[in-house]
């Protein structure tokens, strides 16, 4: 596939054309991640073809799910109930809470279906470079659940980066107090490498492998 440089991380994004139906579904289309100009463009191009087949039922499927899904008051998963069905789910180990920086990572979790516990969705990791401090992500709402009692282990399923260290080990000072055991995922996740894009058995690994943080 041709490098398109509207892919990259802070691309300038083009205005949206007030007039210009067609360039608008393009332009919208290019913002999502992983769609360039020119795929954002083949993919209009289909739906405008075959509007009955694709366009409309994806146009529908937008506006249920626009006006049913938010975040689950109670770990940060995105679902159309509150609490989400992975919190509301009977079969879930309790006391075993698995911490991820986004929603793509539980979801990625959960296809693999190595984890059989709850989540905490933190919404990003630290970044001094960033301007990402304590106070911007859902640091304070996981300490608050593991005070409660009721969790008996945490899972630090962070990214091997910098700044998913960096966040794991703020985490495991803040949690220390508390006395509750809080592990990491060891072998089977590479350096730099992001959750949401490993196969599920290298997922299933580095959860088994899992070790003190």
Known sequence: MPFDPSDLPGARRD??????????????LARIPGLGRRSAR????????????????????????AEAVGPCRVCGNLDATDPCHVCRDPRRERGLVCVVEG?????????GGAHRGLYHVLGGTLSALGGVGPEDLSIAPLVER????????????????VEGATTGHYLADRLRPLEVPVTRLAQGVPMGGALDVLDDGTLAAALRARRPA
Do not use: Y
Not at 146 to 161: D, K, M, N, R, W
């Open 42 to 65: 083949r993919a209009a191009l289909k739906m405008l073809q075959e509007p009955q087949r694709l366009m409309l039922p994806l146009s529908r499927a937008l506006d249920a799910a």
């Open 103 to 111: 929603v793509s990572d539980l979801w990625a979790l959960e296809r």
């Open 146 to 161: 593991v005070a409660s009692g009721e969790v008996q282990e945490v899972i630090l399923a962070l990214p091997a980066t």
């Open 15 to 28: 205005p949206v054309p007030p007039n210009d139906p067609v360039e608008q579904l393009v332009v919208l």
